[in-house]
Structure formats: C-alpha cells, structure tokens
C-alpha cells in the first residue's frame, strides 16, 4: 500500500525553474519505481520520467532531456522532479506515480505501468 503526496507546482515565466516533491507513505517493499505524468487540457496524460529506486536508472521523454532531472531521497522516502529553462508548453498538471517492478523488467514509460497516483500539482509556465 502506498499514498503519494505531490507539492511545489506553481506559476514561473518562462526559462524560469521549479522543484516539484512527491512523498510516499510508509515503507516500500520490493523493487519499485517511482515517476512523473503530467497532463494538459484536453490532452491524454503523458510520460515524463521515471527513476528505479534501487538503481537509480532513469528515462526520460525527449521533451524534458536536458531540462528535467528526477532524484531521490531515501531517508524521506521522496522524489524530486528539478524543472529547469521551463517552456509555455510545459504547462500540465504534474503527478507523482509509482509501481512495483520486477527486477530486469524495462522501465514502464506509460499510465499502465503504475499503480499508485497522487493528486497531482498545478505547473504553469508563463509567457
């Protein structure tokens, strides 16, 4: 069982920055990941980033490479989403995700991967 708790959205010009923290309750158990979604009106919810807790292996979608960096923080059992150079077209409601993942198994990059959701935190760039 896991509840996640997302926070640190909200408005920034454009080329600005934001961290954004999701949080999860309790201990997770096993091999897990942890990732980011994020979903603009009228558009389907899309892959952002995800990191393997115990690796650190990341993926990230093209659109934030070089931009985005996804971290961790064991001690508080948190994930950090650092958002930097942010663009209008960043603009989304941002969830924190995450799942249980067989060892070996590729990093899920789609909505059906995961098992929990947060709430999720309003980020608005801009112009």
């Known amino acids: 069982q896991v509840q996640l708790a997302e926070s640190g959205g909200g408005l920034v010009q454009a080329g600005g920055s934001l961290r954004l923290s999701c949080a999860a309750s309790?201990?997770?158990?096993?091999?897990?990941?942890m990732g980011w979604f994020r979903q603009s009106p009228g558009k389907e919810r899309e892959f952002v980033v995800v990191?393997?807790?115990?690796?650190?292996?990341?993926a990230y979608a093209d659109a934030v490479k070089g931009r985005f960096t996804i971290s961790r923080d064991n001690a508080k059992n948190t994930v950090y989403l650092e958002m930097n150079m942010l663009k209008p077209e960043d603009t989304a409601v941002y969830y924190c995700?995450?799942?249980?993942?067989?060892?070996?198994?590729?990093?899920?990059?789609?909505?059906?991967?995961?098992?929990?959701w947060g709430q999720g935190t309003q980020v608005t760039v801009s112009s």
């Open positions: 309790g201990r997770p158990v096993g091999s897990y990941v």
């Open positions: 990191i393997r807790w115990s690796s650190g292996s990341t």
């Open positions: 995700a995450a799942s249980n993942l067989l060892y070996g198994r590729p990093l899920p990059t789609s909505t059906n991967g995961y098992s929990y």
